[in-house]
């Protein structure tokens, strides 16, 4: 099974965390992908970067965005300890879990541009290339898969990666949209504006407008 996991705060989902998934998906034929809810993200442990919505309804947000979308799934792995959850650690659990069901996974690792720059301070992040394939969302005009452009930021090691076609690169794949400005635009104004609903889909947009986290 080509198996694609994606993780992240999702303090909210929005279609910035879907359609380039989904177009990830269908490019890469990968049967199924799996969003992962942090309940503590490691990298972000000042206590402004801290989600503000509680985990379980940032779990609850996700299930609701994914039940139309065809092959996406969500689960609370990471959620269920309430600790930082390790990148590292999730892959091992799946690929030790698919062993056990008999099971052959081919893992993929859906992250960001901004991610992969700082892929080289995560914890055991050498091993985690070992272990899965990275699938990267390229924003538009980085130009990630372009030898030898867009790699300054990166530890040699990912970029000659790269330069050797061994990462997969979906460019131009961002959808403009940002949690951070989400939750700043719920905090200043109506949860009753249009741009609600341009922005995330329907059955979340009902849910915070009911319950209000970002206020």
């Given amino acids: 099974m080509r198996l694609a996991l994606f993780g992240g705060s999702f303090d909210p989902i929005h279609w910035g965390h879907v359609r380039p998934v989904q177009e990830a998906r269908d490019r890469l034929g990968l049967e199924k992908v799996v969003y992962l809810p942090t309940a ?4 972000k442990r000042a206590p402004h970067q801290a989600p503000r919505a509680p985990a379980a309804a940032r779990f ?7 039940l139309p979308e065809e092959g996406l799934f969500a689960s609370d792995l990471e959620l ?4 930082p959850a390790y990148t590292i650690d999730t ?3 799946f690929r030790r879990e698919g062993e056990e069901a008999g099971r052959e996974l081919e893992l993929h690792l859906i992250v960001g541009s901004d ?7 995560w914890r055991r992040w050498q091993e985690i290339l070992t272990l899965a394939r990275l699938v990267v969302l390229d924003r538009s005009g980085s130009r990630l898969g372009a030898a030898g452009s867009g790699h300054a930021a ?5 970029a000659a990666l790269l330069d050797r076609g061994e990462i997969d690169v979906i460019e131009d794949a961002l959808v403009d949209l940002s949690s951070t400005v989400i939750r700043e635009r719920l905090a200043a104004e ?3 504006g249009d741009w609600l609903e341009e922005a995330m889909p329907p059955l979340v947009v009902d849910y915070l407008r009911k319950y209000r986290f970002y206020r």
Avoid: N
């Avoid at 269920?80 to 600790?83: C, H, I, L, N």
């Fill in 115 to 121: 991610s992969l720059a700082e892929l080289h301070t």
């Fill in 91 to 93: 892959l091992e659990r």
């Fill in 154 to 158: 990166l530890a040699p090691e990912i």
């Fill in 190 to 192: 109506s949860y009753d």
């Fill in 80 to 83: 269920r300890s309430g600790e």
């Fill in 40 to 43: 503590s993200p490691p990298h």
């Fill in 60 to 66: 609850a947000m996700v299930e609701m965005a994914l």
